[in-house]
T-cell receptor
Framework: KQEVTQIPAALSVPEGENLVLNCSFT??????LQWFRQDPGKGLTSLLL?????REQTSGRLNASLDKSSGRSTLYIAASQPGDSATYLC?????????FGAGTRLTVKP | EAQVTQNPRYLITVTGKKLTVTCSQN?????MSWYRQDPGLGLRQIYY???????DKGDVPEGYKVSRKEKRNFPLILESPSPNQTSLYFC??????????????FGDGTRLSIL
């Protein structure tokens, strides 16, 4: 059974820092991996989706990488801002279902 | 505006009283799904639907029912709710059943409390 783990569970950084969030999964047989952002009391917003055949995706200050063979993905956030404070979740698509990690709660301090 | 709409947003009810949480999307998406989110456990998939009249169990389907009679709607039914179904529920949709990797769009969530 596919397990998805995100470390750390919480992270606090000063504004302007570059940071990396980690996601690991136990079974490399996935169709894709997706990173989401969740603000308190809100649903999830898709940030980046990486197909199994891709190595990375970029959107603005965000860069996500995927290493399927080692079961790892990272989300890199450049020049962090207080508005980046949220919970970040990764999810993998093994089949027609979807499996999520528990998330990393990020706080960016002004 | 493209959106996934859930109703109600909040509900407090009692054990055993049947309830339905509605989900509607206006993007003509084939794939729809229900999740529950619990502290420390993340999101877990309850049921999903690849298209009209096609539904499948996710990770935690026990105690829930779904139906997909129309493409835009995917209601979640709790026939006899119990306190362990107290949770935050999300509906999501995406195009083409996700195999081609289309991102999911999420509703704002429904917070259910079963007393």
């Amino acid at each position: 059974k596919q397990e998805v783990t995100q470390i750390p569970a919480a992270l606090s950084v000063p504004e302007g820092e570059n940071l990396v969030l980690n996601c690991s999964f136990t079974d490399s047989a996935i169709y894709n991996l997706q990173w989401f952002r969740q603000d308190p009391g809100k649903g999830l917003t898709s940030l980046l989706l990486i197909q199994s055949s891709q190595r990375e995706q970029t959107s603005g200050r965000l860069n996500a990488s995927l290493d399927k063979s080692s079961g790892r993905s990272t989300l890199y956030i450049a020049a962090s801002q207080p508005g980046d404070s949220a919970t970040y979740l990764c999810a993998v698509r093994p089949n027609n279902d979807m499996r999520f990690g528990a998330g990393t709660r990020l706080t960016v301090k002004p | 505006e493209a959106q996934v709409t859930q109703n109600p947003r909040y509900l407090i009810t009692v054990t055993g009283k049947k309830l339905t949480v509605t989900c509607s999307q206006n993007m003509n998406h084939e794939y729809m799904s229900w999740y529950r989110q619990d502290p420390g456990l993340g999101l877990r998939q309850i049921y999903y639907s690849m298209n009209v009249e096609v539904t499948d169990k996710g990770d935690v389907p026990e105690g829930y029912k779904v139906s997909r009679k129309e493409k835009r709607n995917f209601p979640l039914i709790l026939e006899s709710p119990s306190p362990n179904q107290t949770s935050l529920y999300f509906c999501a949709s995406s195009q083409q059943g996700m195999v081609v990797g289309q991102p999911q769009h999420f509703g704002d969530g429904t917070r259910l409390s079963i007393l």
